[in-house]
């Protein structure tokens, strides 16, 4: 059974920078592309990065382009988020998501292409 379990998130000022992790158990990780959504209170849940299996490709939403920075650690099951630069509007909970698939499609940005989720970690950014 897969699990994801989010962590690193928390309350920062405008401007400053959190690393959110995922850790992933069950299944092999390394055999499947990763990605971070984010849902801010009463927004649909959005795309914000992915990486593939291997951490050669990575796309990522325009809002964070040039702010965040997905990565993966495959000997540790891990997927990171560096977010820098941070603004209010960032503020939401994020969630890490397994893809169906190894590699970065040109559905990457759909939800329905992610199996498995996790929890999510509150971000909260203050101006």
């Known amino acids: 059974q897969v699990q994801l379990v989010e962590s690193g998130g928390g309350s920062v000022q405008a401007g400053g920078s959190l690393r959110l992790s995922c850790a992933a158990s069950?299944?092999?990780?390394?055999?499947?592309?990763m990605g971070w959504f984010r849902q801010a209170p009463g927004k649909e849940r959005e795309f914000v990065a992915a990486i593939s299996w291997s951490g050669g490709t990575t796309y990522y939403a325009d809002p964070v382009k040039g702010r965040f920075t997905i990565s993966r650690d495959n000997a540790k099951n891990t997927v990171y988020l560096q977010m820098n630069s941070l603004k209010p509007e960032d503020t939401a909970v994020y969630y890490c998501a397994r893809k169906r698939s190894a590699d970065l499609t040109i559905a990457t940005m759909w939800r329905v292409e992610y199996g498995y989720w996790g929890q999510g970690t509150q971000v909260t950014v203050s101006s």
């Open positions: 069950g299944g092999t990780f390394s055999s499947y592309a």
